[in-house]
């Protein structure tokens, strides 16, 4: 499977289209060879990453996945699937609320409400709203976007992106790599498009695309 089918299996508007948790743990990319120890810090940052995390843009969702699974060395991303595998008690690959909730009683105690700030990691990072996180959402959340978003990595995700090479992302390739071949209605299609097409030519410049995959950086 290319990693563009595998980007669109992974966010699929539908749910019971896109991969399970145990399915996208099982790549190579995903796997770690043994496990390492998580300290109280790294937990701490990346329930941190967590709850600061919000993208409602589908594009900047679909480049951070094919980075995070094609463009980042084992040391960047060992930290990651660390803390992953520690919060998940059920080793079933996926987060539910109530992992998350002792997750953040066991770093920080009473002081939080975890219901309050858990629901809304839940509906920031669950895309699918599923219930649960897998290790997919969790990397894409949590991983330092400062770092991974070069301009040598955005560059080749562009690529990604523009099939045909001439430089410019079109409408068609944008939503061959999103939807697929997957009905979506006008209105959203067109509300996709706007979040990216900062000049209203109905394509995508490469100045355009890091300049949205910024905003993550910037907040």
Not at 64 to 83: F, G, H
Not at 168 to 182: F, H, M, P, Q, W
Request: hydrophobic share 35%; aromatic share 8%; glycine share 6%.
């Amino acid at each position: 499977m290319c990693i563009r089918d595998r980007i669109k299996n992974m966010l699929e508007f539908k749910p019971t289209y896109r991969y399970s948790a145990d399915r996208a743990l099982s790549h190579k990319w995903i796997q770690v060879y043994g496990e390492k120890a998580v300290d109280e810090e790294l937990t701490k940052d990346m329930l941190s990453n967590l709850k600061g995390f919000s993208s409602k843009c589908k594009l900047q969702q679909a480049v951070l996945t094919y980075i995070v699974s094609q463009l980042t060395t084992k040391s960047e991303t060992e930290d990651l699937r660390a803390v992953f595998l520690a919060l998940d008690k059920t080793g079933k690959g996926q987060l539910t609320k109530q992992d998350l909730i002792k997750g953040y009683k066991d770093i920080h105690g009473d002081k939080y409400d975890e219901e309050e700030i858990v629901g809304k990691i839940m509906r920031n990072v669950d895309t699918d709203q599923n219930g649960y996180i897998n290790y997919t959402e969790f990397a894409v959340a949590t991983i330092d976007k400062q770092k991974v978003l070069s301009k040598e990595r955005l560059e080749a995700a562009f690529k990604v992106f523009d099939k045909d090479g001439s430089g410019k992302i079109s409408a068609r390739e944008l939503k061959d790599v999103l939807v697929g071949n997957e009905d979506l209605p006008t209105e959203k299609w067109e509300a996709i498009i706007k979040q990216v097409d900062l000049n209203g030519d109905s394509e995508i410049s490469l100045e355009e695309f890091v300049e949205l995959m910024q905003k993550l950086v910037d907040g």
